[in-house]
T-cell receptor, first 114, second 117 residues
Framework: EAGVTQFPSHSVIEKGQTVTLRCDPI?????LYWYRRVMGKEIKFLLH????????ESGMPNNRFLAERTGGTYSTLKVQPAELEDSGVYFC????????????FGEGSWLTVV | AQSVTQLDSQVPVFEEAPVELRCNYS??????LFWYVQYPNQGLQLLLK??????LVKGINGFEAEFNKSQTSFHLRKPSVHISDTAEYFC???????????????FGKGTKLSVIP
């Protein structure tokens, strides 16, 4: 069974540009999460999807961030326009509700804004 | 709201020595507790978790952790470390919920374990 996959693994963009991160959860996982770790800080929750619906987006930092999960499968996280403080690692994670509360993480997308 | 404190940002230890990585949490309600590990250039991997029952939890790679409710701690231990244990370790909590609950995790800042040959 494939794990949570994220693309791209690394991205370097200029301030003001747009970046879209993609996450493919483990097959059959209805819950999908985005987390972020900014340099030197702790990993922080951004938002949570249940299938295609946003269950909790209380961690989204501002309206430059837009997350979608079309059809309840893969998810994208778009940053537009990117700012320097958006640099960090963006983790995607998934969970199958019927299998309990263990959340499985992807390898992260490393974003550098210059 | 919950919070997690990992007291040590870096822990160097010699190979085959024991190690303890400390984690304390704060919460007004009962929590689930987790330890995740991030090896260099890899994602977060679940080491072990405490949901209920026995307070001593065993995980992968020989790690174990003990839940202490009175001290609100969940320290991670290994009796003899290996070079391959060099990684960053994260303690996390979530609040048990029912239905379509979020189960979102609150993480500590992480502890970098360096195993010295």
């Amino acid at each position: 069974e494939a794990g949570v996959t994220q693309f791209p693994s690394h991205s370097v963009i200029e301030k003001g540009q747009t970046v879209t991160l993609r996450c493919d959860p483990i097959s059959g996982h209805d819950n999908l999460y985005w987390y972020r770790r900014v340099m030197g800080k702790e990993i922080k929750f951004l938002l949570h999807f249940v299938k295609e619906s946003k269950q909790d987006e209380s961690g989204m930092p501002n309206n430059r961030f837009l997350a979608e999960r079309t059809g309840g499968t893969y998810s994208t996280l778009k940053v537009q326009p990117a700012e320097l403080e958006d640099s960090g690692v963006y983790f995607c994670a998934s969970r199958r509700a019927s299998s309990g509360n263990t959340i499985y993480f992807g390898e992260g997308s490393w974003l550098t804004v210059v | 709201a919950q919070s997690v404190t990992q007291l040590d940002s870096q822990v160097p230890v010699f190979e085959e020595a024991p190690v303890e990585l400390r984690c304390n949490y704060s919460s007004s309600v009962s929590v689930y507790l987790f330890w995740y590990v991030q090896y260099p250039n890899q994602g977060l991997q679940l080491l072990l978790k405490y949901l209920s029952g026995s307070t001593l939890v065993k995980g992968i790679n020989g790690f174990e952790a003990e839940f202490n409710k009175s001290q609100t701690s969940f320290h991670l231990r290994k009796p003899s470390v290996h070079i391959s244990d060099t990684a960053e370790y994260f303690c996390a909590v979530s609040v048990p919920t029912s239905g379509a609950g979020s189960y979102q995790l609150t993480f500590g800042k992480g502890t970098k374990l360096s195993v010295i040959p």
